[in-house]
C-alpha cells in the first residue's frame, strides 16, 4: 500500500518543516508515503470563498485517480484514538488497498466535489490548528500507527 498527502499551501515554518522531516525519515521504514503539495491559489482577495474552494477542488482532483481512497483530515470526520487509528490503517492494508489518500484543505475546507469524491474523513482533533500544523500531527500519528501496528515501544498506553 502507498498513503499520500495531499495538503493546499506550502509549510514555511522551519520548526513544523523539521518536524515533518523527521517522521518522513522514520515512516520510510514502514510504508511508502509522499507528500504532495497543491500551490495556494493566487489572488484570493478576488474570490468568494466558494470559488477558492472550487479552485482548490479543481487542482486536488487532477491529483486522484479513480481506484484511490480518499480520506479528508476534517474537522467533522471520524474521531480516533492512535490505537484505533492504526486498526483502521490496518485494515485498509489488509483490504488490499493501493493507494490511501489523505487530503488536508485551504483554509475554508473543502468544496463540495471533494466532499462527494471522499470515502471517508478523519478528525484529529475537536480543536482547530492551522493547516500547517496539521501536517506535522498527521504524519506523527501516522508514525505512531505504524508503531503500534509492529508493537514497537514508541506509543506507551
Avoid: C, W
Avoid at 518522513?24 to 510504508?31: P, T
Avoid at 480543536?127 to 496539521?134: G, K
Amino acid at each position: 500500500m502507498k498513503i499520500t498527502l495531499i495538503a493546499v499551501g506550502k509549510t514555511e515554518d522551519k520548526y513544523l518543516i523539521e518536524g515533518i522531516e523527521k517522521y518522513l525519515n522514520r515512516l520510510k521504514h514502514y510504508i511508502n508515503f509522499t507528500i504532495l503539495i497543491i500551490p495556494d491559489i493566487k489572488k484570493t482577495k478576488n474570490l468568494t470563498e466558494a470559488q477558492q474552494k472550487n479552485k482548490e477542488a479543481e487542482f486536488i482532483s487532477k491529483q486522484l485517480n479513480p481506484t484511490d481512497v480518499v480520506v479528508l483530515l476534517d474537522e467533522k470526520g471520524k474521531k480516533h484514538s492512535s490505537v484505533s487509528f492504526a486498526t483502521y490503517l490496518n485494515k485498509q492494508m489488509i483490504g488490499s488497498v493501493q493507494n490511501l489518500v489523505f487530503i488536508i484543505g485551504g483554509p475554508y475546507g473543502f468544496d463540495e466535489s471533494i466532499y462527494k469524491r471522499a470515502n471517508s474523513s478523519v478528525s484529529l482533533s475537536d480543536m482547530t490548528f492551522s493547516h500547517q500544523m496539521v501536517r506535522l500531527f498527521f504524519v506523527e500519528q501516522l508514525y505512531r500507527a505504524f508503531t503500534i501496528l509492529k508493537n514497537e515501544p514508541y506509543h506507551h498506553a
